[in-house]
């Protein structure tokens, strides 16, 4: 029967110590948060290629397949959002935001005590165990499991503003390309509208009507116009920004581009419903809400921590029982032959006694209770920690008010900045080029007719010629504008018009005077 409830016993235990052994087992499994981050990248883009840990051969091939195709806008986002490394690098803080979240959920583990105190004489030592836990974890692990989510929120919010982020970034890097290369062609069309006048100019020399000096003047501007050709194809920096971007390997001339700079979009949404959609989609105003969070679970957890640990356990103490003396025989013999007068032997104990004495030897104690333990905060009561940490919790707020206030004034700036530059180049289309143009036309035709001075015809040329550089210029820095209002507001530009975007022109179009 005793070994029957040993065994139970044994098995409650390794039971119990199998349960606990389980309940510590907890693995790091970041994928569904890995999947949240692409949702809030996706949100904020409009892409929905991204870059996910673990996938790297199926991105290197997707990333392969896009760039076969030349690049577009589109493209050129998703290719950084795939492939950039410095983004890929920050999905880390995801996982390891994770794996906090998951340790802030354990128990600490429990500690297990061993003495051995060996007696004076000879015996079997003395044997205690101390086995006990902090309890002190039940009470915090809701507030620190608390401030790991809120942590963890925060991480995957900061990973989605930093591809928003890149997203603009790469938008930028290929509307430079564009712009580059369109300033090219702007300056190739500048050079033959030059040459023209200046064949102009040597044919009425040939005839006798033109002077030597009016030759010289029309060489002035193609001289110039050839110097614009030769500085405009200098393109190579804006092409090695991009492929650096794209963390692409391979020769960045090899870049092609199919895309020209956008045309004007839409009219843009009121500026309160744009604040609006800012202050529900803006990345970096989410996250400081979560800072906050964190910061307040943390400064909550260190008022907990005033009594760091609570000790609960049990004891035992295994104890040997003290053996009576053994008999000496000479010594009991003479006792009793002092005592009797004469040589007398001692008494005779009998044999059950003798055993007795023998098994007490062998005889030991088991002593076993609970206990408990606690720190005593006498001299650290921990309000330094709480005070550093309710100073750490106001400072996130004010960053977050920081952020909240200043949204306002980023979106009116943004959008007031992108409208102007639209309106500048409607300008430029709508009336100084066929202005210019108009000018070019009419002083030509004139100058043919004898009725003006080429002086006349070269004034209008150079005002064309410098309108049409200016274009290319404003056309580039709108669409600059339009990716920071797409930044500042956290939503892509299809979300922020009243009607849809214009479809942009392919670079493989036939290159047009713009008025003309």
Known sequence: MLVIRRRLWNARVAGLLAVCFLAGCKTVDPKPDYARARERIAQATGQTDCYLPGDDAAIEARVQELLAG????????????????????AWMNVGMAKADLVQSGLMSNPSIDFAMRFPASTGIPDLTADLAQNIADLWRIPVRKRGARHDLDQAILELADKGAALAAQAKQAYYDLAGAEMALEI???????????????????????????DVNLARGPVLEAELAVKTSRLTADARLALAKLLSLTIDAEKLVIRDRLPDPPADFQDVDQLIELARGHRLDLQAADQEVASAEAKWQLEKLNVIPAIQLGAQMERNQQRAQPRRHLLADTARSSIAAGALTAPSIQPRSERHQIRSSERNLSIITGPSIGADLPIFDQNQAQIAKAFYAYQQAAKSYEAVDRSLAHDVRGALERTRTAWEIVHFYREQSLPLANRNLELSTETYRAGKSSLLEVLEAQRFLLDTRSKYVDALHDAAAKLSDLERVIGLPAAQLVTGPLPATRPATAPATAPGG
């Open 187 to 213: 300056a190739e069309q500048n050079l033959a509208i030059a040459q023209r006048l200046l064949n102009f100019a040597l044919i009425r020399q040939q005839a006798g009507a033109g002077a030597e000096i």
């Open 70 to 89: 030349g690049l577009t806008v589109d493209t050129t986002v998703r290719i950084a959002l795939l492939n950039n490394r410095d983004l890929q690098g």
